[in-house]
């Protein structure tokens, strides 16, 4: 069985809080007991014309701070936590700098970091760092094999659709033996059939209902059995956001457990920079929910 951990997304999105406010919550959720912190990770992002909708909270000028350097001075202020990237969209990113990037990350926090990957949907995005967006599935499969080439070979040597390395070095190597753990998000069929066949654990999404939450479980388990792999022993994280109704948090939490998730804890509590609220009153809540819900839940 994959251990419990309880777990936060840090508000490095959305929320316009100075260097000395996110510093002042990430040592706190520390200090509270959190295992984790996830981070999301864009870019950029397209301000809304007639030819390009919007789509969902991102919007305009969202300030979204930059996940791999962030992660890096998360490092140097934390001592403890795991430091995850929630998800990083990795076929819009050069491979093999993600791969030296997410390294220098392990390296400078000893052994805490975690690369979660997704596949993107923002086109906007894609167009505007020339990455190619029909590609993202096929690229994203080359992607990961780079990543652990880069982690754990030395001379490295790839021969690839989008990749080409002749006998070239990338040091120093992660401290993490075979390098971060690769977590996948994502939920449509072939996201769970990749994340079954390549992935080191899953990331379920934050606004998933309990009842939604089932039905993708019960698909990835089923391929993680087709693939010849434990399920119970498959890591798989879900961050519902922020509830100050204590009940519903035990509810929730409870209910995932239930179904075999074993990284829990709370997400971002809104996606309004209007309602973003002070650090104190946000690891206030966090606090609460690791001593009066985190418990009955882990002991459940």
């Known amino acids: 069985m994959a251990q419990f951990e309880f777990g936060c997304q840090i508000p490095a999105w959305h929320w316009h809080w100075d260097v000395s406010e996110l510093r002042d919550w990430a040592q706190g959720v520390e200090a509270i007991g959190c295992d984790f912190i996830s981070m999301a990770d864009h870019i950029v992002y397209a301000y ?39 998800v990083l969209v990795l076929p819009q990113r050069e491979p093999v700098l993600v791969a030296k990037q997410a390294a220098e990350v392990d390296i400078l926090s000893g052994g805490r970091m975690r690369l979660g990957i997704g596949i993107g949907w923002q086109w906007q995005e894609f167009d505007a760092l020339t990455a190619n967006f029909r590609q993202r599935p096929s690229r994203m499969e080359e992607y990961i094999r780079v990543l652990r080439a880069c982690w754990t070979e030395e001379p490295i040597t790839f021969n690839g659709r989008y990749v080409n390395i002749d006998q070239m070095s990338v040091m120093p190597k992660p401290v993490t033996p075979g390098g971060p753990p690769i977590l996948f998000g994502g939920f449509a069929q072939a996201a769970i059939e990749r994340t079954a066949r390549l992935g080191d654990g899953w990331i379920a999404p934050v606004q998933s209902t309990v009842e939604q939450l089932a039905e993708l479980i019960g698909r990835l388990r089923a391929q993680l059995e087709a693939n010849e792999r434990e399920p119970d022993d498959f890591p798989i994280q879900w961050l519902p956001p922020l509830d100050g109704d204590m009940s519903n948090t035990l509810r929730m939490l409870s209910a995932a457990r239930d179904m075999g998730i074993t990284r829990l804890g709370i997400g971002m509590p809104n996606y309004d920079r209007e309602l973003s609220i002070p650090v104190d009153q946000y690891l206030q809540t966090i606090e609460t929910a690791w001593r009066e819900v985190w418990p009955e839940v882990k002991g459940g």
């Open 48 to 86: 809304a014309r007639d030819d390009r909708p919007q789509t969902g909270p991102y919007t305009d000028d969202v300030h979204q701070h930059e996940v791999m350097t962030t992660l890096a001075w998360l490092a140097a202020i934390t001592s403890r936590v795991a430091l995850q990237t929630n």
